[in-house]
């Protein structure tokens, strides 16, 4: 999908890409003044499109500037014709704990800040031009680019509020659904409703042919969510046991450093259970290793070693693994079943592990579909 958009420049620390699907907005402009038997008039009808992009673009950097307030970083915003698509981070590492109340906050910010341009531009243009009739048809027209302005930011606040995920309205819907239900059901409820309203729209795209713009747009940026989706259904649902590396090496309390070390450059390895016979007691890095040695000489193992560290069950979720190596700042957690150690997963395993499994999964779906 990357392909589709081109980049443009930076904002807010974001690339700014714009989708060459927002040039189709140039087909209902054109068409409209078809119908009503008068010349296109290219000037107008490019410096229209470029407003209702500029509105867009307004509109996206109210959801980033929430956005960042609330410390989230916006990779990418990619413009679309009738609103567009804040890349908060594609595939964030490790991932944020879903917070509902900051969602629904950056997401209205988005629709506000229309409805107030909006707002703003008719009373500006009503002290400015006493007669100006806003509310005469057609509403969005290269003829009339005051009046188009208005009401442009008009929809785009209204249309952005309709719960169909991705759109605003839908966001703020999965935030209220994962209230009652875990987060990746909510989301895939809002994706639900939302592919019902692309349909919708594009049935009544033989009324009006903005309708299949608008469409349009819910599906392609559907699309462009699709990544962070899957990437959250594999958190939810893979267990520790599908990542969990079986083979690795473990130390033993009573080892040296010394010998410790001689063991980290045969494995590749960072981390390390320390076990004594088939019990865990504690985790050591093979940097704590080296720190150790460097700056108190050779030891045992058993005086270095974390003690504090957290375990996993091997049929725990990820997301649930997730919010532990988070919270804790751990790099490492030994999966047990029951008393015995079984696996280990590591920040370095899970990285890797997880761009395959989205992939692989993504295939498997193809194939089903198929
Ligand atoms: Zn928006």
């Known amino acids: 999908m990357k392909s589709w958009s081109i980049p443009v420049g930076?904002?807010?620390?974001?690339?700014?890409?714009?989708?060459?699907?927002?040039?189709?907005?140039?087909?209902?402009?054109?068409?409209?003044?078809?119908?009503?038997?008068?010349?296109?008039?290219i000037l107008r009808s490019v410096a229209l499109m470029l407003m209702i992009l500029g509105s867009a673009l307004l509109h996206e950097l109210a959801h980033s500037m929430v956005a960042l307030r609330?410390?989230?970083?916006?990779?990418?915003?990619?413009?679309?014709?009738?609103?567009?698509v804040s890349i908060m981070d594609d595939a964030p590492f490790?991932?944020?704990?879903?917070?509902?109340?900051?969602?629904?906050?950056?997401?209205?910010?988005?629709?506000?800040?229309?409805?107030?341009?909006?707002?703003?531009?008719?009373?500006?243009?009503?002290?400015?031009?006493p007669g100006a009739r806003l509310g005469m048809r057609p509403w969005i027209h290269p003829a009339s680019l005051l009046r188009s302005l208005v009401w442009t930011n008009i929809f785009l606040g209204l249309l952005n509020a309709l719960p169909a995920y991705p759109l605003d309205g839908g966001r703020i819907l999965r935030a209220l659904l994962s209230r009652r239900m875990d987060y990746l059901r909510a989301t895939r409820r809002a994706v639900t409703i939302g592919q019902g309203f692309a349909i919708a729209f594009f049935v009544l795209g033989m009324y009006d042919l903005w309708f299949t713009v608008v469409g349009l747009f819910i599906f392609v940026a559907a699309q462009l969510e699709e990544r962070t989706i899957e990437f959250q259904a594999v958190l939810e649902t893979v267990r520790?046991?599908?990542?969990?590396?079986?083979?690795?090496?473990?130390?033993?309390?009573?080892?040296?450093?010394?010998?410790?070390?001689?063991?980290?450059?045969?494995?590749?390895?960072?981390?390390?259970?320390?076990?004594?016979?088939s019990s865990m007691v504690g985790v050591i890095s093979r940097q704590k290793i080296l720190d150790a040695l460097r700056f108190g000489g050779n030891a045992y193992v058993q005086s270095v070693m974390n003690s504090a560290y957290d375990i996993a069950d091997r049929s725990e979720t990820l997301a649930s693994a997730f919010r532990k190596i988070t919270a804790k700042n751990l790099s490492i957690i030994p999966v047990v079943d029951g008393e015995h150690l079984v696996g280990i997963v590591t920040l370095q395993n899970l990285m890797h592990s997880m761009g395959m499994l989205a992939e692989s999964r993504k295939l498997q779906r193809q194939t089903e579909e198929q």
């Not at 229309?114 to 500006?124: D, F, N, P, R």
Request: glycine share 6%.
């Open 70 to 84: 609330n410390g989230i970083p916006v990779r990418s915003i990619v413009l679309l014709p009738l609103g567009g």
């Open 240 to 277: 520790m046991e599908d990542v969990m590396l079986t083979e690795f090496s473990t130390l033993s309390p009573a080892d040296t450093l010394e010998h410790a070390l001689s063991k980290a450059v045969h494995s590749l390895q960072d981390d390390f259970p320390v076990v004594r016979g």
């Open 94 to 129: 490790p991932p944020r704990k879903p917070d509902p109340a900051r969602e629904i906050r950056i997401a209205m910010a988005g629709p506000l800040l229309s409805l107030g341009i909006a707002a703003a531009a008719a009373v500006m243009i009503q002290a400015v031009i």
């Open 10 to 41: 930076r904002l807010l620390g974001a690339e700014l890409r714009i989708h060459l699907f927002s040039l189709a907005l140039l087909l209902p402009i054109w068409m409209k003044q078809q119908l009503s038997h008068t010349t296109p008039d």
